[in-house]
């Protein structure tokens, strides 16, 4: 055990304790166990406190089989390309679980379009007055509650929101639009409320990137596009990919934008998970959709991140 | 950006597109919280009015939730800043092998959905506490504790961001030169390493205090019975919303933005310190001197601005007696609204009367005129259409008396 004794020569005994202490708690007690007792507990049927430990408790794919076909007499069918394939099919928990998917990605890259100008402005122009003041505006509704932030939202797409006031004053429609119904309200609170992950790791990228290589380009003809195309976009690539993946996992798990904004006929997947825990009182199954999110999430970040070659070291800085 | 007015122009609007999005909806929210209106809206205007700061101070679940929060943040600062400068320490020390490694692990619990850490925490520690054998109401189930290891264990993975940014200026050989003069390990920790990181204690610190307070994915789960303020507030916003919700972040973003100014305040006051000219500090700009590239005083003319207002206006202003007037004002409406109805009606059952005996000639012209004033009459339903907000505005001018939106109105007022 020469490099532990290294370990202790280097930082002396109380430091080096401090370390491995530190650091085993974070990752072992706090990281690692946590989520195999998550992971164990998806495993299980949902038991009463009394009978956890005893014959019953054994492991089960239940949860996950609920996940894919439903309860017991579910009478919705797979279709494969309009063929009925006769199987079972939990068509409302899979279908929110894409809709989850599909609308993080969309608000990340509606979240990338909407930041990238501002970030390449931002770390390219030397940070003067304006350029304090945009980030100061850019920190202020970061710093601000989640919940506030989606109060926000409520209070400007609501039935009497100031929206619908403007419009119905303009003549542009005649009666309230529905904004909280048809989910407008819902994907505008989610871009908005992660714009500074998305513009801050892209900044930084950008703000390494000598300027000169832009001059050179330029002077060498290429339009403005291409300069982005061809040498700032590459050079800021990890940054681009670092904010991306925030942005989409949080979105994806996000839980509060969902419960205040989303209409009233539809679903966030967390705001299933949450469900199982808190009515449903099925920690078992809850556990199960958890892991199915936090597999789904990480999974379609590492196969983007291989498409694009980035590593995951990179993300975070 | 390049020369092209083209393309300056479109940057410009994009610009204001970006801000419009960023801050109008904290400056509606916050508008609301002036509004005397029981529903949180800035337009139309009923009255201006600083009551709904007292209802806010009034909840005593909101206050209580608070003083969680407090308590919460405290301990999770302390747990996550001693976690992530261990997490920090250790990654300069690991062996190269293994550092690509140890880095996903301890910066994934950033990038696992809040409701997974909550959960896993919550299933953790109930196994734990029941395979020790323990009582339900014990220290691992209790809501603190949990909310605060929960918190904590991606909290940290930002404390090491912090401490690993600017570890990467340090040289290492001040800590061989302590060693070298005799000073203990624990020393040469305490007083060469520590000094250093002071800058990112605090940052680290704020980040931190700031994450907890308004965490909500992870605490939903794991709070027990001690809400926090970020888990009272999502109870208050889904049951039912009014405007001391907006009087709360009208609090928090005031508290943002001054703690801002002070930031900017004492960087600026340590750069002039550290030996720069003021010039180098403040760069030129074609606004006053005073204002010259400083956004903290910018900011603080306009507050100041805003604050002098405010106070001359309440001065000359009473909040009740224009509620009261407001108030009549609706009652007026709606008497008008009720006695136009009442006359309509009566019109048109006169004139159902006098129809009544052409009733041959017109009924093949007319199907639907009748006891029921013709509001069945497809053209009075358009022309009930095109009128603007017939629920709220003036009272239709068809005489479409039976048209729900009317009736509603009428039960409301």
Partial sequence: MGAVGGFFERNGLLLGLYLLFGVGFWILVLIVLPQLAMLDLSFRHNLPPSLVGGPDDVYTLENYRHFLVGNPGNPDRLFLFGWDTGIPFNTIDISV??????????????????????????????????????????????????????????????????????????????????????????????????????????????????????????????????????????????????????????????????????GPSSLWFTQIIYQWFNTGQNWARGSAYAVVLLFACVGLVLLLMRLFKVKMGEIGK | MTGNPLLRLMFGLYLLIFFTYLLSPLVLMGITAFNASAFPKAAPWDCFTFEWFGVLADDSRIVDSIANSFVVGGFTVLLSMALGLAGALVLTQIWPRLRATYYTVVIAPIL????????????????????????????????????????????????????????????????????????????????????????????????????????????????????TLTIELSQKVRYGIDPSISALAVIIVGLTVLAALVNEAHKRRQAIRAGLRVADVMPPARLPRFLAGNPAAIVLVLLT?????????????????????????????????????????????????????????????????????????????????????????????????????????????
């Fill in chain 1, 97 to 262: 679980f894409f809709r989850t998917i599909l609308a993080a990605l969309a608000v990340t890259l509606f979240d990338l379009l909407l930041c990238y100008p501002l970030a390449y402005y931002l770390g390219q122009s030397n940070i003067g007055g304006f350029g304090r003041i945009f980030l100061l505006l850019l920190v202020i509704p970061y710093w601000v509650n989640e919940i506030l932030r989606a109060f926000a939202f409520r209070i400007l797409f609501g039935n009497s929101g100031i929206l619908n006031f403007l419009l119905l004053n303009l003549g542009i429609v005649d009666q309230p639009a529905d904004f909280i119904r048809a989910d407008v309200a819902l994907y505008a609170g989610l871009g908005y409320a992660y714009i500074l992950l998305m513009i801050f790791p892209i900044y930084n990228a950008i703000e390494s990137l000598d300027r000169n290589q832009i001059e050179a380009a330029r002077d060498l003809g290429s339009p403005w596009w291409r300069i982005h195309w061809r040498v700032v976009i590459p050079f800021a690539k990890p940054g681009i990919v670092s904010g991306c993946t925030m942005v989409f996992m949080l979105t994806a798990g996000a839980l509060a934008a969902p419960q205040i904004l989303g």
């Fill in chain 2, 112 to 227: 696992i959905p809040g409701v997974v850490l909550g959960i896993s925490t919550l299933v953790f520690w109930g196994r734990l506490n029941s395979y020790l054998g323990l009582a339900d109401d014990s220290l691992l189930r209790n809501g603190i504790f949990l909310t605060v290891l929960g918190q904590s264990t991606f909290i940290a993975a930002y404390c090491m961001l912090v401490f690993i940014a600017r570890l990467q200026r340090f040289d290492p050989g001040l800590t061989e030169a302590a060693l070298d003069l005799g000073a203990t390990h624990t020393q040469a920790f305490r007083k060469v390493l520590l000094p250093f990181l002071k800058p990112a204690f605090v940052s680290a610190a704020v980040i931190a205090f700031l994450a907890s307070f308004e965490n909500y994915n992870t605490t939903t789960f794991t709070f027990g019975t001690y809400p």
């Fill in chain 2, 305 to 413: 601005l805003g604050l002098v207002a405010t106070a001359v206006y309440a001065q000359t202003y009473s909040p009740a007696a224009c509620k009261f007037e407001v108030l009549e004002q609706k009652r007026l409406e709606a008497e008008a609204r009720r006695q136009k109805m009442l006359e309509d009606l009566e019109r048109r059952r006169g004139e159902a009367a006098s129809e009544a005996p052409a009733a041959g000639a017109t009924g093949s012209q007319n199907p639907n005129a009748g006891a029921f004033g013709g509001v069945f009459n497809p053209n009075n339903l358009g022309g009930e259409k095109t009128a603007p907000t017939p629920a709220e505005e003036a009272p239709s001018p068809f005489g479409g008396v039976f048209a729900p939106e009317n009736l509603k109105s009428g039960e409301q007022q």
